[in-house]
């Protein structure tokens, strides 16, 4: 059992950025993939990024590349989601999940372990 946690969240004004963190309390952590999601009201939880547990390879949605970058110490067990640019239709509660592998995964049901997610809201 992998559990994670979710942190660096708040309200941030257009342009600006943010870093979520996601700890996890389980070693190694360094055999799980991760990934982060999103969920806005009233939207389906939808991927924005994922990073291998070699940090070999990342992936991005279409959405958030160029923007966003998704990094991992192992040594810590956390992973990272560094937020530049940010615009108001970045507004969601933001998820970190686990899994074995998650290269090519963007589904929440690949999945197996998840965090409580963190807000973040910009504003215009």
């Known amino acids: 059992q992998v559990q994670l946690v979710e942190s660096g969240g708040g309200l941030v004004q257009a342009g600006g950025s943010l870093r979520l963190s996601c700890a996890a309390s389980?070693?190694?952590?360094?055999?799980?993939?991760v990934g982060w999601f999103r969920q806005a009201p009233g939207k389906e939880r939808e991927f924005v990024a994922s990073?291998?547990?070699?940090?070999?390879?990342?992936g991005y949605a279409d959405s958030v590349k160029g923007r966003f970058t998704i990094s991992r110490d192992n040594a810590k067990n956390t992973a990272y989601l560094q937020m530049n640019y940010l615009k108001p239709e970045d507004t969601a509660v933001y998820y970190c999940?686990?899994?074995?592998?998650?290269?090519?995964?963007?589904?929440?049901?690949?999945?197996?372990?998840w965090g409580q997610g963190t807000q973040v809201t910009v504003s215009s």
């Open positions: 999940a686990a899994a074995p592998t998650v290269m090519g995964r963007t589904y929440p049901s690949q999945y197996a372990y």
């Open positions: 389980r070693r190694p952590f360094s055999t799980y993939g």
């Open positions: 990073i291998t547990w070699s940090a070999s390879s990342t």
